[in-house]
Antibody, heavy 123, light 107 residues
């Protein structure tokens, strides 16, 4: 079945870096835009970033722009999120999610989600 | 950036009740509005996309309506498994944004 599995979370000190990965299976990864969404403890959902099906287009949320980088390797069926300059407010569960549109123009609706990976930024 | 405001933030309801949640965008987003359900400790699940289209596998008691700035999610007859938190999300313009959530609790 269609599945995405995140990894790479952990406890990191403020200012340090971390790279999250999202490995997918059960669908043709290279056909879909992919997103990252996060959720701070006890809070709501926050959209983080999107990358187009071919990696050619990337957009970010205001709070992570310039610090986080989304990328993908279609040969490895894997999505990445590089987190630099981490802050306490970046502490959250990070979800990888697939766009529901199977096309070059993504819809922004997310219909396949992983279980999330936890990032804790603390000294 | 587009701001999304949901109301109410929480509500108490009983099995069989009709439940309505509203979502308002700070500017027109046409019909680029999606609804998700999230249960504690779980990832969100897509219920409705493009304001009124039911995602495959989602029960027909869920429905969505609206366009422009005002949207509604309706559960026609609440089931036990529907007690959860619901989020709207605009996908008209990046950065995409979610509402703050509506928690549906048992009365």
């Amino acid at each position: 079945q269609e599945q995405v599995v995140e990894s790479g979370g952990g406890v990191v000190q403020p200012g340090r870096s971390l790279r999250l990965s999202c490995e997918v299976s059960g669908f043709t990864f290279s056909n879909y835009a992919m997103h990252w969404v996060r959720q701070a403890p006890g809070k709501g959902l926050q959209w983080v970033a999107v990358v187009s099906f071919d990696g050619g287009h990337k957009y970010y949320g205001d709070s992570v722009k310039g610090r986080f980088t989304i990328s993908r390797d279609n040969s490895k069926n894997t999505l990445y999120l590089q987190l630099n300059g981490l802050r306490a407010e970046d502490t959250a569960v990070y979800y990888c999610a697939r766009d529901r549109a199977d096309s070059s123009a993504w819809s922004g609706a997310l219909n396949v989600w992983g279980q999330g990976t936890v990032v804790t930024v603390s000294s | 950036d587009v701001q999304m405001t949901q109301s109410p933030s929480s509500l108490s309801a009983s099995v069989g009740d009709r439940v309505t949640i509203t979502c308002r965008a700070s500017e027109s987003i046409n019909n680029f509005l999606n609804w998700y359900q999230q249960k504690p400790g779980k990832a969100p699940e897509l219920l409705i996309f493009a304001a009124s289209s039911l995602q495959s596998g989602v029960p027909s008691r869920f429905s969505g309506s609206g366009s422009g700035t005002d949207f509604t999610l309706t559960i026609s007859s609440l089931e036990v498994e529907d007690f959860a938190t619901y989020y709207c999300q605009q996908s008209s313009t990046t950065p995409y944004s979610f509402g703050q959530g509506t928690r549906v609790e048992t009365k």
